[in-house]
């Protein structure tokens, strides 16, 4: 619980949610008949709506991503180190949006939600999203709002990857995209990750084929399992060995299949509080979309020729410790935009953070984020 609201704190907020009922057509041929998002926003739009930035959230976020939603909040937003009074995205030049996308936990329509042609939550029967489809929605969203162009969309790992979508289907409605720690498709590696992952939460034997909501109960340990994993691939190994190293929780060893490291402790921690606050069918659905992100795979696996309409400038931020989307995999970005004539910065930010780097105030990034941001004649609120 904050004592008091920091200065460069938004303050409280509160959720807002839009309802839509016009038919969303999916990359998969399937069709939602109406659906809702949640979304919150921060700052004042300005008279001629030009200085508005879409914040996209990676695959457990959701629309809290900045502010207290009352006093009793221990947490911040998850990227409240970034947005508010005085930070990169300066709440008192910008208006910012950030939303809970289709088929999340926190408020928009998804697996949890009432299928208006059962009466009961969609459950499995919920169908998988594409980050095309996110995009779409979010697009709506912009409409209901009144913005025609985002001054900017910022996004990290799979954020990263739907501003990137928002340069390809929507050219003309954005001017300034942030790809930070993702990556244009992901590796046999990352797939492979995320298929245990989703092993782990359909194996448990409170899955019930994802009718667990039935059953009055969830797959806590398969989730729990799911974001053990995950974590690990979000942290560097010198994060890992800085935070834990091999310290005994108990000071000695137990000689039994307990606990004995702080790492393992603290994993366990994150996974049991993880499966109290997510949904497993959401858990499932978004690794799915992750998987299936592939922009170039319409255009003859070129991402130059993918790039090509594209008419914003772009910032790619990479971190060295960040083996989940490496800056490799940012470098294949930077050189497609390159080979398509796009106006492009880069930067590899030397962070022992790993992939999580991108959520941290990390000086050299924010100053580099802040930079590319500074607004060209866009008018204060």
């Known amino acids: 619980m904050p004592k008091e609201i920091p200065a460069d704190s938004v303050g409280i907020v509160a959720p807002q949610v839009a309802q839509f009922d016009e038919p969303l057509t999916l990359r998969s041929g399937r069709v939602i008949e109406s659906y809702q998002l949640c979304y919150e926003t921060y700052g004042t739009l300005n008279e001629d709506r030009s200085n508005a930035i879409l914040v996209c959230h990676a695959l457990s976020g959701h629309h809290h991503a900045a502010g207290y939603h009352s006093m009793d909040d221990k947490k911040p937003g998850w990227f409240d180190s970034a947005i508010g009074p005085g930070k990169p995205m300066d709440t ?4 910012v949006v950030a939303l809970n996308n289709l088929g999340g936990c926190h408020g928009s329509t998804g697996p949890t939600s009432i299928d208006p042609a059962t009466g009961e939550p ?11 489809d996110w995009v779409t929605s979010q697009a709506r969203l912009a409409d209901r709002l009144g913005i025609d162009c985002w001054y900017a969309v910022v996004g990290g790992s799979l954020g990263g990857m739907q501003a990137l979508r928002w340069s390809i289907d929507y050219p003309e409605r954005l001017k300034k995209c942030a790809v930070i720690a993702a990556a244009p498709k992901l590796t ?8 245990v992952a989703r092993q782990s939460i359909t194996s448990d034997t409170e899955f ?4 667990y909501y039935k059953h009055d109960t969830i797959p806590r340990r398969g989730l729990a399992l799911a ?14 060995r800085d935070k834990f190293g091999r310290d005994l929780k108990t000071g000695k060893l137990s000689f039994n299949y307990d606990i004995d490291f702080e790492v393992e402790s603290y994993l366990r921690y ?6 109290d606050a997510f949904d497993a069918n959401t858990y499932l659905l978004m690794t799915k979309s992750l998987d299936y992100f592939d922009p170039a795979a319409d255009f003859d696996h070129d991402l130059a020729k993918c790039l090509s309409k594209s008419q914003c400038k772009f910032l790619v931020v990479s971190f060295s410790t960040d083996w989940r989307f490496a800056p490799e995999r940012s470098k294949e970005i930077v050189d497609a935009l390159v080979r398509a004539q796009k106006p492009v ?5 030397d962070a022992p953070q790993g992939h999580d780097a991108f959520l941290f105030p990390i000086p050299e990034y924010f100053n ?3 930079n590319f941001l500074t607004p060209a004649g866009v008018a204060n609120a």
């Open 368 to 370: 580099f984020l802040s």
């Open 227 to 240: 974001r053990m994993l995950g974590h690990i691939t979000y942290l560097s190994e010198d994060s890992m």
């Open 122 to 132: 969609y459950g499995p029967n919920f169908p998988i999203m594409a980050v095309r």
């Open 188 to 195: 046999a590696q990352n797939i492979a990750f995320n298929e």
């Open 92 to 95: 008192n030049k910008y208006f």
């Open 208 to 211: 019930h084929e994802g009718y």
């Open 345 to 349: 910065s880069y930067l590899e930010v």
């Open 270 to 275: 994150q996974g049991e509080r993880f499966s």
